[in-house]
């Protein structure tokens, strides 16, 4: 892993306030609970936030998680609030933090990646919210992404390390693939929304650069041919944006 063991507590504080900004709802008690989360599961490979405040395990005491996550979405900060967001939906689904629940033992190494990225300060900020995005679908009632996340749980029980959980999931992602292309499950594009969670980790653990898309003069002429209709819709309460291309 090429940059593990080079955080200090300028860098973490500087991070954090990225990932849960000054004037976001609870921002001292959401910041130190993130802190918390990830020492919940120590990795001898990666040295993160190991000071803590003089306070206790902090937890979601005085936080109201319904009236917060209406102020979210009202307010459209689903992606700069992505983690309290997260957070606060995780614990409605799973409870209290707890070093023996599996599901908080993921959600540790989850905040490890989503750190990792922030600190880069690189254009790979994006994955944030789409990692939030994958696990909040995954909690609603139905949604065939509640798989992925089982997954994921599964795979970070048996594993020890950020590092060793990533050939588990690109495996588990080659499988889901591979399945939906012979049609043996419904394609619900479930390997591509993996895809996005295998990435992710990817730059964390192996320090990937980011390399944004590059267009033919083909493609530019077919993209400058194009209508692009943007509109928002709100489902379960969640702003969903759908955009529909045409041709000029």
Not at 83 to 99: H, P, R, T
Not at 136 to 164: F, T
Request: net charge positive; glycine share 4%.
């Amino acid at each position: 892993m090429g940059h593990t063991k080079l955080f200090n507590d300028v860098t973490d504080r500087r991070v954090l306030d990225k990932l849960i900004p000054v004037g976001s709802p609870h921002h001292i008690q959401m910041s130190q609970l993130v802190i918390d989360v990830i020492n919940l599961v120590p990795d001898d490979d990666i040295d993160l936030l190991s000071s803590t405040s003089e306070s206790n395990f902090a937890d979601f005491t005085g936080i109201d998680c319904t009236e917060v996550m209406t102020q979210i979405i009202r307010q459209g900060k689903t992606g700069e609030w992505a983690v309290s967001y997260l957070l606060i939906v995780f614990y409605q689904a799973y409870g209290a933090i707890d070093v023996k629940s599996n599901a908080w033992r993921f959600m540790s190494s989850y905040l490890k990646v989503i750190f990792m990225i922030t600190a880069r300060h690189d254009k790979h900020f994006a994955k944030i919210d789409k990692l939030g995005v994958r696990v909040r679908m995954a909690l609603r009632p139905s949604d065939p992404q509640r798989s992925i996340l089982d997954q994921l749980i599964r795979i970070h029980d048996q594993c020890d390390s950020l590092s060793s959980c990533l050939s588990y999931i690109r495996q588990y992602e080659t499988s889901v693939k591979q399945e939906e292309a012979t049609g043996k499950t419904a394609n619900q594009y479930l390997a591509s929304k993996i895809g996005q969670i295998r990435l992710a980790y990817e730059v964390a653990i192996d320090n990937k650069a980011f390399i944004g898309k590059t267009y033919t003069e083909n493609t530019k002429r077919v993209k400058s041919a194009q209508t692009v209709t943007k509109t928002v819709v709100h489902i379960n309460d969640e702003p969903l944006q759908r955009i529909v291309f045409g041709t000029k």
